[in-house]
């Protein structure tokens, strides 16, 4: 059963999403095509330009991301209050980098204009402003651009990608810290990559490199939390890397059932079992439906849709142990 959108994505809830999107061809679009003998790795570029680009427009964050052959993931954060801080004349300036600006607007500024007509063109400002925080505007910008581009590329026409994008709500620290992982961790659990620091395309490869210096062309990323500062992402930086590290070696070499005796410290402060956390990271591991954190978040989730089941409860109360 399919949920309109503004109950999938309902800023009341959270303000974190994890979106998917998957193009509907067949695979390797952004990789190599061995059917064609073509290399189209060159495409996974231009998704990181659009989220760098987007982010700066709207007022939206990237938490993490990951660009894989024939798909990509998100971790987006809408910041609602900064757009109610933008004037109307940011609000046209941020909506102009994207599209034109129809006549009326464009002479909102202006002496030459009626009552009637500002407040028309308020409307219209007021509009944009709520489409400049909306996850559901900030993937079309994206999708839409990617898929006229490749298909201007392949001098084809029809639709590139399967579906609308699928988005998971993420109730909490818990959920947010699992769906950030797994996207990080996308390539080492595709076997594309050995390690984050060569997971390229990735959020983790980013940050990575901005730890070494070496900075690399990707949206700007949501900061962690600082030891003098309080921040939303659940832990500092050193504790995700670690944590990043930790999961990938044992996604990659250890047994079902091992118990690593130095386990990260988000891991104990969060209470998520280590066990059931290796087997929501390895291959087909996120089991979870629309929405994503501890038990009693996601039964309220569920609540509000007006079911009395979610998928994931069953893992859920496995990953996170309740106090």
């Known amino acids: ?96 980098k994207l599209f034109t600006l129809p006549p009326l607007v464009e002479r909102y500024g202006s002496q030459n204009i009626t009552r009637a007509e500002r407040e028309a063109a308020k409307a219209i400002i007021a509009t944009w402003r709520t489409r400049l925080r909306d996850v559901s505007w900030f993937m079309r910008c994206l999708n839409e651009y990617l898929a006229r581009r490749a298909n201007s590329e392949d001098e084809v026409t029809g639709r590139f990608w399967e579906g609308r994008f699928k988005s998971q709500a993420l109730l909490d620290e818990a959920g947010l810290l699992t769906a950030m992982a797994y996207v990080d961790l996308n390539p080492i659990r595709a076997g594309i990559a050995q390690t984050p620091e060569t997971s390229e395309f990735t959020s983790i490869y980013q940050r990575i490199r901005d730890l070494k210096k070496k900075p690399y062309p990707g949206p700007k990323l949501k900061n962690f939390r600082k030891n003098d500062s309080t921040h939303p992402l659940p832990c500092s930086q050193a504790d995700y890397l670690t944590l990043i590290d930790w999961t990938g070696r044992a996604i990659r070499h250890d047994q079902p059932g091992h118990i690593d005796q130095h386990l990260p410290p988000i891991l104990i402060r969060l209470n998520i079992d280590p066990i059931a956390w290796r087997e929501t990271m390895r291959p087909n591991g996120n089991v979870f439906g629309r929405a994503l954190g501890q038990l009693d978040h996601l039964r309220l989730h569920a609540k509000a849709l007006g079911q009395s089941w979610i998928k994931g409860l069953r893992q859920v109360e496995r990953l996170y142990r309740v106090a």
């Open 1 to 96: 059963m399919t949920y309109p959108r503004q109950l999938q994505v309902s800023l009341k809830e959270t303000p974190y999403y994890h979106c998917i999107a998957r193009c509907v061809r067949r695979a390797w679009l952004w990789g190599y095509d061995e059917y064609a003998g073509k290399d189209y790795s060159h495409r996974k570029y231009w998704v990181i330009d659009r989220l760098r680009l987007l982010s700066s427009i709207f007022a939206i964050e990237v938490c993490a991301y990951a660009v894989l052959s024939n798909h990509y993931h998100t971790v987006l954060y809408v910041d609602a209050k900064r757009a109610e801080r933008w004037t109307d004349d940011e609000v046209i300036h941020r909506w102009n």
